[in-house]
């Protein structure tokens, strides 16, 4: 009767052990999830403020028909989620990165086309 108490007990210890780790390993993934979807946002915001610029005319602060000067507004470059940049800029395409505040290696990049339409993401690090 003696052994079979203590293999009950190893047994219990190792499924509570696997428990653990399965529920650590969930609350992992969603917190990447999370992080992920807010950056998400944040880019899809800034591209739309971006469109806006291109739309706008110089005179009144915009890029009359192209986005080369457009540049992210200083309260808008970083936020809990991530740190926001304009990585490359042309007339008709504007290339915003996102490097995440939780792993520098997730990484978003998106390109805007002339139309204000996002026609590219890509994902880095855990994010993909």
Do not use: C
């Amino acid at each position: 009767m003696g052994q079979q108490q203590i293999l009950f007990i190893i047994v219990g210890v190792i499924i509570i052990g696997i428990a653990i780790t399965v529920g650590i390993s969930i609350v992992s993934a969603q917190t990447v999830a999370t992080n992920r979807d807010a950056i998400i946002n944040d880019l899809n915001h800034l591209s739309s403020y971006a469109y806006q610029y291109r739309l706008r005319l110089r005179s009144m602060g915009g890029g009359q028909g192209d986005y080369t000067a457009f540049a992210i507004p200083p309260k808008m470059t970083v936020n809990e989620d991530g740190t926001y940049s304009v990585a490359a800029a042309d007339v008709n395409t504007l290339s915003l990165a996102a490097v995440s505040t939780e792993n520098a290696s997730n990484t978003i990049r998106v390109v805007l086309g002339s139309e204000g339409k996002i026609t590219a993401w890509t994902f880095g690090g855990d994010f993909e």
